[in-house]
C-alpha cells in the first residue's frame, strides 16, 4: 500500500488549531482513536491534534493488515512515518500510550527530525521480568495470558479489561476497555497482543535524542512504577511525571491530569 493512502489507511482526524503546533496521539493494543476523546478536546484548544487508528483497529483500513507485515513493531512505526510525511507534519508532539510509547521511540529514533517531542503515556519497554530488570510478569505469566486471549478472546476481554484499567470502583470504565476489546478481530487481537507482550525495545531507548515526558500513574498492574523509573533513567534528559491516578489508561480514569500534563511539556520552550 502506497504512502498516499495513509490518511485513509489509518482513518485519520484532525481537530484544533490549524497555527498551533502538532500533537499526534497513537493509542494502545486493543484500542483506537476513541479511547483520546476526553483528552484531545483540551489539547485541541492549544494544538492541532491529529488522531489515527492502527492498522487493525478501529475503522482503519483493516485489508491492510497481514499478519505479516505487523509481526513486529516496526511496521506500526513506519505507519506513523507515512503519516507525518503524507500530511506534511513537522515539530510533532507525538503522544503513545502503552506499546504505542514504543511504537513511538522506534519512529522518533529512526527520523528524529520529524519530532519536537515525545510523551510516552504508562509505557512498557519489556513486560517480562528478567534478571534485574521488572516487567511486571515472568515469561510463564505471558504465556498463561496469550493462552487464555487465543482460546477464548471475549472472556479473555472481559476479565482482563477491568485489571488493565484499574479504578475497580468506577467499573464502567472497565467496561468500555472490554467493548473496544471486543470490536477488534480476535485474529489482528492475537498477533497484535503477541507483539505487544514479547516485544523487548530495551535497547531502543537510550537511542532517543527527543526531549522525552514518562508519564506514569501511582499504580499500574501493566506498567509498575520500576517500569516507568527504567524508562526515564535511560532516556538522557528525560522528564518522569507520576500522576496521582491509578491504572493503565490514564487518559480515562484521570483526562484532566494526563492533559495537562502534555499540555505542560508541549508548551514548555
Known amino acids: 500500500m502506497g504512502i498516499v493512502d495513509a490518511a485513509r489507511r489509518n482513518n485519520v482526524t484532525v481537530i484544533g488549531r490549524g497555527d ?67 500530511l506534511d507534519l513537522r515539530d510533532v508532539v507525538l503522544v503513545g500510550h502503552s506499546v504505542s510509547a514504543m511504537i513511538a521511540v522506534l519512529a522518533a529514533n529512526r527520523e528524529p527530525e520529524r519530532f519536537a517531542k515525545l510523551v510516552l503515556l504508562t509505557p512498557s519497554p519489556c513486560y517480562v521480568d528478567e534478571g534485574d530488570y521488572r516487567g511486571g510478569f515472568s515469561r510463564a ?8 486471549l487465543d482460546s477464548n478472546y471475549l472472556g479473555w476481554s472481559a476479565t482482563m479489561a477491568p485489571v488493565i484499567m484499574g479504578n475497580p470502583d468506577r467499573p464502567e470504565l472497565g467496561g468500555e476497555l472490554a467493548d473496544s476489546f471486543c470490536r477488534t478481530d480476535p485474529a489482528i487481537a492475537r498477533v497484535f497482543a503477541q507483539v505487544t507482550f514479547l516485544s523487548d525495545n530495551r535497547a531502543d531507548l537510550p537511542k532517543v535524542t527527543v526531549p522525552t515526558l514518562v508519564i ?54
Open 216 to 269: 506514569q500513574t501511582a499504580q499500574d498492574a501493566i506498567a509498575p512504577p520500576e517500569v516507568g523509573q527504567f524508562v526515564h533513567d535511560q532516556i538522557a534528559g528525560s522528564e518522569l511525571v507520576t500522576l496521582d491516578a491509578t491504572g493503565h489508561c490514564p487518559q480515562l480514569s484521570a483526562p484532566e491530569a494526563t492533559a495537562a500534563a502534555v499540555v505542560a511539556f508541549a508548551d514548555a520552550p
Open 141 to 148: 505469566d505471558i504465556d498463561e495470558l496469550l493462552g487464555s
Open 20 to 86: 498551533g503546533p502538532t500533537v499526534l496521539l497513537a493509542h494502545g493494543f486493543g484500542c483506537d482513536q476513541n479511547l483520546w476523546r476526553l483528552v484531545a478536546p483540551v489539547l485541541a484548544e492549544r494544538f492541532r491534534v491529529v488522531l489515527f487508528d492502527h492498522v487493525g483497529a478501529g475503522k482503519s483500513d483493516v485489508s491492510a493488515w497481514s499478519a505479516e507485515r505487523y509481526a513486529t513493531l516496526d511496521a506500526y512505526a513506519q505507519d506513523i512515518l507515512d503519516l507525518c510525511a503524507e
